[in-house]
């Protein structure tokens, strides 16, 4: 994948009015799952402080999230993390215009710490306060202006329509982002995510906790074709995904082999299964882009994001898909596809220049799909 061609971030619509007024500045804080993190964005796209606490190291006893634990570390961190993310910025809670959070979906126990810490800071501050849902940090994030890998600024602007590729280790979805707040669904998992899979995959093998960044990893030294990993459903027209076909062929390919398992082994499964989920991710995206609602809409960037998008062959599979349709592939920088708190935070300011913000108590929820803004 060659960087200039991978867009990290734009303003969209709104850019123009925006740019004339003051700058807005907006707390925001993630604690969905397991990092607690905060940042603080500008409405000029800018990151001045980010934080994350990873909660990763405590779980992977335990070979996954624990939610008990989770909802523990993350009341733990969550004080010093907004603390040292002010201090990082320069900027005190004066300076700040409004306080957003992840009100869901996700681990309930988790979300409450995080929404309970911002209800709070705006409450006693009297800033607004914005409700974030967690899909919809991943799905505006790559609207940010940020850093490249390779240090370069990522200042090409991703425009609405987007059609977006979520996958993440809860959820796998094809989407339409009309807008802000505006989220069509073109297809989505009928069983597992994509990230579940490959930790559940890595699991299988005794690689450890989570899966999808070992696979990737192992994969790159393995010859994809050593196992012949099904492609679920991609003889049928549709842009739904079933991920348990491939975990049971893989479940199969294991209970016939004999332990222990040599590298050579581990990292040709890595390489073919991994090659299975790149083919049906570009098959079933292949399908979203002749969908008539798609088409309609003609959406000029392809965007992949959630922890998923980390995968290497993910992210060149979807640059080569977007290139041959005529459209520019966008995806954030590694350290914005897993949980973040700058998603959080820009969701929140894209959101609070809607004027979506809390006008009455809400209670977070653990479930709550984009469909339902
Ligand atoms: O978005 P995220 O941080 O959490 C959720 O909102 O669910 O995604 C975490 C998921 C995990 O399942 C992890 O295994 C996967 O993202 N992941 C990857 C890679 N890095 C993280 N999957 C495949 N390849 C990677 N390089
Ligand atoms: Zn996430």
């Known amino acids: 994948m060659t960087d200039e061609k991978v867009i990290v971030m734009n303003m969209g619509t709104l850019d123009s009015r925006v740019h004339s007024e003051k700058p807005v500045f ?31 190291p405590e779980h992977q006893k335990y070979g996954g999230v624990v939610p008990e634990l989770a909802a523990r570390a993350h009341i733990l961190a969550i004080d010093q993390v907004i603390e040292q993310t002010l201090q990082m910025s320069g900027k005190s809670l004066d300076d ?48 940010l202006k940020s850093t490249l890998a390779d240090g370069t600024a990522g200042d090409v602007a991703v425009q609405f329509p987007y059609l977006l590729m979520l996958a993440s280790g809860g959820h796998c979805q094809i989407l339409l982002v009309h807008g802000v707040g505006q989220y ?59 991920f348990s076909g491939i975990k049971t062929a893989a479940r199969t390919f294991l209970d016939k082999n004999q332990k222990p398992l040599t590298d050579k082994y581990i990292n040709d499964f890595c390489a073919s299964f991994q090659a299975a989920v790149v083919d049906y991710i570009t098959n079933r995206l292949g399908n979203a882009l002749n969908d008539n609602r798609v088409k309609a809409a003609g959406p000029k ?6 922890g998923v998008a980390k995968n290497s062959e993910i992210r060149a599979a979807m640059e080569n898909l977007a290139h041959k349709n005529n459209m520019v592939f966008a995806a954030p920088p590694m350290n914005l596809c897993t949980d973040n708190g700058a998603m959080i935070a820009w969701a929140g300011l894209e959101n609070f220049r809607i004027g979506n913000v809390v006008k009455t108590p809400i209670a977070p929820r653990p479930r709550w799909p984009l469909t339902e803004l």
């Open 184 to 242: 069509e669904m073109i297809g989505q998992t009928l069983d597992d995510s994509a990230g579940e899979a490959f930790d559940k995959v890595a699991k299988m093998l005794g690689l450890g906790y989570p899966g999808g960044p070992i696979v990737d990893k192992r994969a790159k030294d393995g010859d994809r074709t050593a196992f012949k990993f099904p492609r679920p459903l991609c003889d049928k027209p549709g842009c739904d995904f079933s």
């Open 26 to 56: 907006c707390l925001g804080i993630e604690s969905s799952c397991d990092e607690t993190s905060a940042a603080i964005v500008d409405s000029d796209r800018n990151i001045l402080a980010h934080i994350i606490y990873s909660q990763i």
């Open 96 to 143: 700040i215009d409004v306080i957003a959070a992840t009100a869901g979906p996700g681990l309930i126990g988790g979300v409450l710490v995080g929404w309970m810490a911002a209800t709070g800071i705006a409450q006693a501050t009297n800033k607004p306060l914005v409700a974030v849902n967690h899909l919809e940090g991943h799905a505006l994030v790559p609207r």
């Open 301 to 306: 960037t392809l965007v992949v994001a959630g």
